[in-house]
């Protein structure tokens, strides 16, 4: 299976830039993407196909990459960001999860 | 708007079978694709598997042997069974709609957490 790798946290303060990353074991094409859950809910999608807004996302939310190496940023971050974020690849079977980003602001 | 629930059993014995339905509402589930998705304690998440619009379904190489994923389209509901479970498949159950084979979710239900336990 397709191991995708994230960076388990981060914290930044409202108002900066934030980055996560997700890196693939092995080539994903575009088929890589991002969603947000809060705890108690269920995710949400945030961006499909590493760069396509989701509609109804705010365009803070922006995700980048191909092949192995992904970028899901958040510009500026704000306190409602607070969240869980997961990339998702569905190029190889079977579609995978990373592990999940916890995002906290300070 | 497109709406799913799950509903099922929350404690279910090791050996036996977990059955659950997801409800959908506001689209019909003889279009696009819809999966099931799990999430254990501890965050890591596992597709299971889908059922498309046609009725063929795709699992997870992992669950191959003990998961079904049926469907009731007079009632738009889709099913999920997963037999000889154990500890180990205690986990929130999330049924999910893909608009096609791309596999990206972009509805949820909300969750159903279910327990394996004696």
């Known amino acids: 299976d397709t191991v995708l790798t994230q960076s388990p946290a981060l914290a930044v303060s409202p108002g900066e830039r934030v980055t996560i990353s997700c890196r693939a074991s092995e080539s994903v094409s575009t088929l890589m993407h991002w969603y947000q859950q809060k705890p108690g809910q269920q995710p949400t999608l945030l961006i499909y196909?590493?760069?396509n807004l989701e509609s109804g996302v705010p365009a803070r939310f922006s995700g980048s990459g191909s092949g192995t190496d992904f970028t899901l940023t958040i510009d500026p971050v704000e306190a409602d960001d607070t969240a869980t974020y997961y990339c998702q690849q569905s190029w190889n079977d079977p579609p995978t999860f990373g592990g999940g980003t916890k995002l906290e602001l300070k | 708007e497109v709406q799913l629930q799950e509903s099922g059993p929350g404690l279910v014995k090791p050996s036996q079978s977990l059955s659950l339905t997801c409800s959908v509402t506001?689209?019909?589930?003889?279009?696009?694709?819809w999966g099931w998705i799990r999430k254990f304690p501890g965050n890591k998440m596992e597709w299971m598997g889908y059922?498309?619009?046609?009725?063929?379904?795709s699992y997870n190489p992992s669950l191959k042997s003990r998961i079904s994923i049926t469907r009731d389209t007079s009632k738009n509901q889709f099913f999920l069974q997963l037999n000889s479970v154990t500890t180990e498949d205690t986990a929130t159950y999330y049924c999910a709609r893909s608009l096609n084979w791309e596999l990206c979710f972009d509805y949820w239900g909300q969750g159903v957490m279910v327990t394996v336990s004696s």
């Open positions: 506001g689209y019909s589930i003889t279009s696009n694709y």
């Open positions: 059922i498309s619009y046609s009725g063929s379904t």
């Open positions: 196909l590493a760069s």
